[in-house]
């Protein structure tokens, strides 16, 4: 169930005009984040944290589902009006008709600012690697939010006034989530779909923080561009990637030259390998606390709704491949 926010939520209009934001214009001297949100719609950032952070906290994810998962902090909707949600959830393996592999068994959690108050009552005396867990993470998704607020606040050179629609004076300062994801180990075989389906993010803005495989993509032109468009970018210790989610294009219509990133990871296996070992991946969604959207299925997957032309799914990288 939804504990819900108690206030009540804007419009995308009348956010736009609560927290007077004129159209986006991109300046002559263009930061190079800015330049490659413009360009590429997705934008590779310095981090404050190292790949050992991250993996310190999925090998603790690991461990408390492995030993008791039982005793994790169950999923329940932070609000249903923005999609938010906290906690822990299991997923299974998923087949569709043709007996293909459309979603992986993996552990999921998901920490929200707005669950730590909950979680440090109800977990007070958790078994320490539980405790560590859950301190570790908010530790680490409040650092990539202050990640977020300084490339905001960059960004107002082109988007004025735009952090402040994020990062709020009074409570709710913020509102975000941040997903750690732990993919079952598996042997290969052929009837493997994508690790992550072709979509577009419904919040504002996304960090891509960690990911210990390769095949995460974008695509700058959207889910109707050119398979020629469409890049592979690798993981680096020390750094991350910054996208636009469906939030950001309502708040602003089209006046922004930063776009929604039509994005996915596929799944790259060597040749010679009989078995890929657990993958893991840790992502901060950002929203505006006090704006709703409206968002939907059709704004995530636009593809899978009539009136669409086909899409062009990206092939398959070549495993080792660097890219970006």
């Not at 060597?270 to 059709?298: G, Q, S, V």
Request: contains cysteine.
């Amino acid at each position: 169930m939804s504990q819900g926010l108690p206030y009540t939520l804007l419009t995308s209009a009348e956010g736009r005009e609560v927290y007077n934001l004129p159209a986006a214009t991109l300046p002559n001297d263009a930061s190079e984040v800015e330049l490659a949100l413009a360009e590429d719609g997705v934008a590779r950032i310095d981090m404050p944290l190292s790949g050992s952070d991250f993996e310190r906290l999925t090998t603790a994810f690991d461990i408390c589902t492995s030993e008791f998962p039982q005793l994790l902090p169950p999923y329940f909707d932070v609000d249903a009006r923005k999609g938010h949600e906290a906690g822990y959830r299991r997923k299974d393996l998923k087949l569709n008709r043709s007996q293909q592999q459309i979603a992986d068994p993996k552990n999921i959690f998901h920490f929200s600012e707005l669950a730590r108050n909950r979680w440090d009552e109800t977990h007070a005396d958790a078994p320490d690697m539980l405790r560590q867990f859950l301190d570790d993470g908010f530790e680490i998704q409040n650092i990539l939010l202050g990640v977020v607020r300084e490339h905001l606040e960059r960004l107002e050179a082109s988007h004025p006034n735009m952090s402040r629609a994020y990062f709020l004076e009074a409570a709710p300062q913020t509102l975000s989530f941040m997903r750690v994801l732990s993919y079952d180990g598996y042997v290969p075989h052929d009837n493997l779909k994508a690790v992550a389906s072709p979509h577009y993010d419904l919040g504002g803005f996304t960090i891509q923080a960690y990911a210990d495989a390769p095949g995460f993509w974008g695509r700058a032109s959207g889910h109707k561009g050119p398979e020629t468009d469409t890049k592979y970018y690798d993981t680096a210790h020390g750094q991350a990637y910054l996208f636009a989610g469906q939030e950001h294009a309502k708040l602003y219509g089209d006046d922004s030259f930063i776009k929604p990133l039509w994005h996915g990871v596929e799944r790259v296996i060597a040749p010679e390998a009989t078995y890929a070992p657990n993958r893991h991946a840790i992502i901060l969604f950002t929203d505006t606390p006090l704006i709703d959207h409206a968002n939907c299925t059709a704004d995530t997957k636009p593809h899978l709704q009539s009136g669409y032309e086909p899409v062009d799914i990206p092939s398959q990288p070549v495993a080792n491949e660097r890219v970006a």
